[in-house]
Every structure is written in structure tokens, then in C-alpha cells.
């Protein structure tokens, strides 16, 4: 029931999702009316997707901790208790993503050694990509917390996205150690002592840059540098078209160039990722963008069958404990 | 004697603005013999421009605090204690940032009721350009802090830039009032009771939607912002100029096109706005990218000109007593 386009363009994803990947299958958590009606003008008519009521539905606006408190029907609240129950193994919601953080810590709880949930979201580089965690679930971290987003997205690296002993960096204003907040600086002593492949302190520029595989930063930062990124992505693409349309030649040029603005703008397109994973919890969580569309749902659905099959959470377990 | 291209560019744009703009006088500090030889290399014989010599420079990598200490006969602090002497009305570096704040708040002291400086810089967005404060003079800042950036940038919009009534937002992870940290929770107090126009807290992507003419921040987010844009910008090119080079038309189209590229390049371009504004330091001081270009250069001591006639800094007492 979540997102801007749910629940037809959710519906549309899981349908897309269970054709194209074997031995998966769906449970669509919402409005079961709406839904039947919905799958049947989809003219899904298999065994894997299946649908189970609640029947309310936390607005994308309302406050997380009140709306998870008071909505015990909700579709995020029952969908997740599903899979604390056993009867799902990994949720998906594009609804309020603060609702989503704080049902899934009270439902799910936490993995052993780890304190409090991030989001990591990947992004495009110059080099290939990178994670960015955390982008919003906690934005008043302890330096300890910082620490275990630092090997939870270490483990991501490796296990989901196959990169071969991915480099930290740890976002501050400055590359040299000393550099930045009293918080910064005591985050920097902990992964300068842990086992992970750090490489120091990293700045807003190496985001896209490609200097490291993995951005730690508090949830706040983390939240704003994404929401800048997105928005000046948006601002460009807007600026480069008023430019080229005031230029005579501008429209035939840019017919020449579809095929290469298409591409470029599926590079910067984060529904090719999927969603992004809400590192933590003890269970798999993929929170989508506000925005997914049927892709960006089905993706979502890919990654955690990966996280699923991959017994993701206990390769996290098994780097805290080491 | 600061910047990535000094003092060549440095003195390519004050011999552009003395020609450009009248009753300007530039004296340019640094290396005397170096300046000397490169104003003669230039063919400038005018009177509007003079060299004051220091022998040290401050380095871009090093510690502000340190080498501001240290460096006594270095260029900006040679260069901050000429205006502190009246010799001269305003100060340009594209050098260390951080040592430039922290000279011009040794040498020049706060203006009345001005706690701690701020850097604002002026950014395009989709209905014109806004101005964010602050970018990393002061990354642990108060709230009240905060404060007197709005009320400093307010008068900088409207004294400078000609904005009437600019409207105020306070950047946060979500536009509701309660949403962020305690300390932004704070600020926002303190900016309901002030006689700003201010329109409450806005997101990251409100930097480059126009939604309001000034974005309040601390100087550690606001640096990651920053940085962070000016990646993405380049990426963004890069990823594009990729896409267009590996299309057999893309080539042809991107001649087409060459025009509105340029544009659009310029428009993003920090050296159309010159330099950042050093606001609250009792005297007029812009911080030039380390970038800067001869027209960055020239722009910045157009916008320094400005500060002085507008008798900038008044205002902003007058609006701080007020």
C-alpha cells in the first residue's frame, strides 16, 4: 500500500518478479479487495503471488513511531510481523520509510552485536558503484553504531554485490585524519582499529567519485547528501533541456542523442538497484523509493531473494563477532 | 598566492576587474618578485594595481589553526591585517579556507552580535539561485548560530542580490516541524520566533528546487552538500560524454548540441557568482573556490565592491540589533 503508485505498480512488480525468478513467491499485504481486483485486471492468474489483509495504511506523511504504535493493522506493522512469524522470509515496502525502520526494529529486533538499523542505498561512481550508509534510519548515531554500519556494509559488498575486500572511507570535510566533528574523529579511531579495509576519511565529493566501495556518514548527512544528489540529477536534466531547446539546432541534436540521454539517465536511475537494504535487523528488509516503479519493485524483490539465499544476516553475525 | 592555478589566474583577474570596474584598486600580497615578473609577463602598466609582499604561504592541505599561528608573514594573513589596518576595503583568497576564516576572525574580530562566521555560497537552482550558509566555517556550530547566518544571508539577498523578502528554510530530513535532531529542532524554534521570512525546515533536494532563496545548515552538512553537488555535476558530465562517444550518432548530436552544453556548463558554474562570502568578520572577505578562473576571480572582486559600497556590513548590524 506504500509508495506514490501503489498498489498497482507494486502488484506489476511482483507479477514481473515471480515470472522472471524461479521458486519465488509473493504475499501482497494490503487492501485484499483492492488487490483481487487488481491482480485480476492484471490477468495474473498462477499460484505464486498470494495476498493477506490489513487494513489500514500508514501515510506517507504521518509520524513513524506514533503510526507503528497505533496502526497495529497496517500493511507495513502485519506484513513484517509476517515475517517475524516465519511466513514470509523478507519484506519489501516503497511506504514511509520511517515507519518501515521502526516497525522492523520492534518486530524483527535486532542481529546480535548490532545496537540500531542503517540504510545503505547504492549509487553509481565513476568507477563502478558504492554503498552509502546510513541515509536516514539513525541521525543521532553513537561512533559504535557508525562502526557497524562500516562491516554490515562490508559484508553487503562482498556477499551481495561480489566486490573483492571493498574499501571504507568515512565521510567528513576533510581527507586528513583530524579532520571534522569530535564525532567524526572518534568514529575515525574505531575503524582505524577494526579489521576493515579503511581507507580514512572521504569527502561529499567521493560519493560518485569511486575513491572507496563503501561511505559511512550519520543518518542525517547521509540523508541530505542523497536528497541533493536526486535533486540536482532532477535540476540538470532540467537545465540541459531548457538549453537545448532554445537552440535551433538543439532538437534534431538531441533526437541524435536519445538513445545516449537514455542510457545515461538509466545509470543515474535507482530502480536498477532496486530497493535499499535496512541493515540490522534481524530478518531482510528492502525499503523501496517513494517513487518505484514496476522495475524498481521487481528488482527489490531480486535482492532479497539474494540476501534470502545468501544467509546474508549471518555472514553479518559472523564479521561482528569477529 | 592561494588557489590551484596562483598567482597567474590570481592576477589575470585583477587586471580584468581594474579594467572592468572603476575606482578599483587591486593590491595583490604574496611573492613581490614572482608578482612583479607576472604583471610585467601580463603587459599591465596601469596604477590600479600594486603588489605588498609576504614571504610564506599557507599551503592548501594545512591545518588552519596551525599555519594561521605560525605563518605570520603568510599571504592572507599579511593580506587580512591590511584591511584590518584600512589599507585596503576587502579581501579575496581562493587559498585554504579554513585558514582564511581563521585569520579573518583573529585579525578583522565578529561583528557586533555576530557570534562565529559563516561561508554562504550561491547556488543556480530551477527558478533562479539561492544562497546556502553555511559550507564550513563552523561545522559544530549553536543554534543560535544558526540564527544569525539566517538573519546574515537574509540581508545578503537582499542588499546584494536585490531578492525582496527572501524566504528562509531550514535544512532537515523531512519538512515537518519535529523532524531532524535535537539541534535542529532547536533552531527551528528560535527561527519561528524571528522576524525572518522563514518558511520552516527543507530537504536536500529543496537546494536546487528554488522552494526558498536561503538554505540555513551547519558547516558540516553544508560542506557535504556541497561537495557532493559539484561531484555529481561532474560525474554527470563524464557518465553523459561516455554514453554520447560510444553512439555512432552520438558524436554529430553532440556537436548539434555543442551550444547548449556550454551553457549549461555555465550555468552551473560557481565562477559566474565569484566567490563565497565570509559573513560576520567585521570587514569584507570572499573565499574563492581553489578552482577559480580568472572570471571567478574578477567576479569576486566585483561582489567584494559591492559588499563595500552597500556598506554590507552595517546592514547586517542593524538587522542584528533589530
Chains 1, 2 share one sequence.
Do not use: W
Amino acid at each position: 500500500m506504500g509508495g506514490d503508485h501503489a498498489p498497482a505498480v507494486i502488484i506489476d512488480g511482483a507479477i514481473a518478479a515471480v515470472k522472471e525468478y524461479e521458486n519465488t513467491e509473493v504475499v501482497l499485504v494490503g487492501d485484499e479487495p483492492r488487490i483481487k481486483s487488481l491482480l485480476l485486471r492484471a490477468k495474473y492468474t498462477g499460484d505464486k503471488i498470494s495476498t493477506y489483509h490489513a487494513s489500514e495504511v500508514i501515510e506517507m506523511s504521518e509520524s513513524p513511531a506514533n503510526s507503528v504504535r497505533k496502526k497495529r493493522d497496517s500493511s507495513i506493522v502485519v506484513g513484517l510481523n509476517l515475517v517475524k512469524d516465519g511466513l514470509g522470509e523478507a519484506f519489501f515496502s516503497a511506504g514511509n520509510t520511517g515507519a518501515v525502520v521502526c516497525a522492523a526494529t520492534l518486530s524483527l529486533r535486532m542481529l546480535p552485536g548490532i545496537e540500531r538499523p542503517g540504510i545503505g542505498i547504492i549509487t553509481p561512481t565513476l568507477k563502478g558503484i558504492a554503498m552509502i550508509i546510513d541515509v536516514g534510519a539513525n541521525i543521532d548515531p553513537k561512533p559504535m553504531q557508525l562502526m557497524q554500519y562500516g562491516i554490515m556494509a562490508d559484508a553487503y559488498m562482498r556477499y551481495i554485490l561480489s566486490v573483492t575486500d571493498p574499501q571504507v572511507g568515512l565521510l567528513s570535510i576533510g581527507e586528513e585524519e583530524g579532520k571534522g566533528t569530535e564525532f567524526v574523529k572518534e568514529t575515525y579511531e574505531l575503524f582505524e582499529k577494526s579489521k576493515l579495509n579503511f581507507i580514512g576519511n572521504v569527502e561529499g565529493k567521493d560519493l560518485f567519485s569511486g575513491k572507496c566501495d563503501i561511505i559511512v556518514c550519520d543518518g542525517f548527512v547521509g540523508n541530505v547528501a542523497l536528497k541533493v544528489s536526486e535533486s540536482l540529477a532532477e535540476a540538470m536534466q532540467v537545465f540541459l533541456k531548457r538549453h537545448i531547446m532554445s537552440n535551433p539546432l538543439g532538437i534534431l541534436g538531441a533526437l541524435l542523442l536519445k538513445a545516449s540521454f537514455s542510457r545515461f539517465k538509466k545509470q543515474l536511475d535507482y530502480s536498477e538497484y532496486g530497493g535499499a537494504p535496512l541493515l540490522g535487523v534481524d530478518g531482510v528488509v528492502i525499503i523501496g523509493h517513494g517513487r518505484s516503479n514496476a522495475k524498481a519493485i521487481k528488482n527489490a524483490i531480486r535482492v532479497s531473494r539474494e540476501e534470502v539465499e545468501r544467509k546474508f544476516n549471518e555472514k553479518i553475525t559472523e564479521a561482528v563477532k569477529a
